[in-house]
């Protein structure tokens, strides 16, 4: 897949994938025993629409991670505009190859982003960070 037409394809755009509020809310309402600030990694984030929705629906922090820094940049900019910024760590990295503690996160959110690796491949090498009294992923 040439990255160079996708990105510049996808430049400007909200959301990098389909979704909504509602659909996020409602993915995330299935999840049970999060602690009352649990931490997310949200993976392949883009400019981060579904991370601001995150922040909404729960009292948590996010660590938002994609490879493509303009999408990153974008992240971080609506992030200062809207107060928010205390709460998201944005990280350059890829999600193939990521570089956290085991058992760091109470959620692990990719919301459309796990095919870019393999689904199979995504749940095998994350599900290392997930903190193992969680149940979310």
């Not at 990694?41 to 929705?53: A, K, Y």
């Amino acid at each position: 897949m040439n990255l160079e037409i996708f990105f510049e394809i996808h430049q400007g755009l909200p959301r990098e994938g389909p979704g909504d509020f509602e659909s996020t809310q409602k993915a995330y309402s299935q999840l049970t025993d999060l602690p009352s600030q649990p931490l997310i990694l949200d993976l392949g984030c883009g400019p981060g629409m579904q991370s601001f929705h995150l922040l909404e629906l729960s009292n948590g922090k996010i660590i938002a991670v994609d490879n493509h820094q303009p999408f990153l940049e974008q992240l971080h900019q609506e992030a200062v505009r809207k107060g928010v910024r205390d709460r998201l760590e944005i990280v350059n990295a890829d999600m193939s190859a990521l570089n956290f503690d085991h058992n760091s996160f109470d959620v692990i959110w990719a919301e459309g982003s796990a095919y870019s690796i393999g689904f199979k491949n995504a749940l095998r090498s994350w599900k290392l960070f997930l903190d193992r009294k969680s149940k979310a992923i």
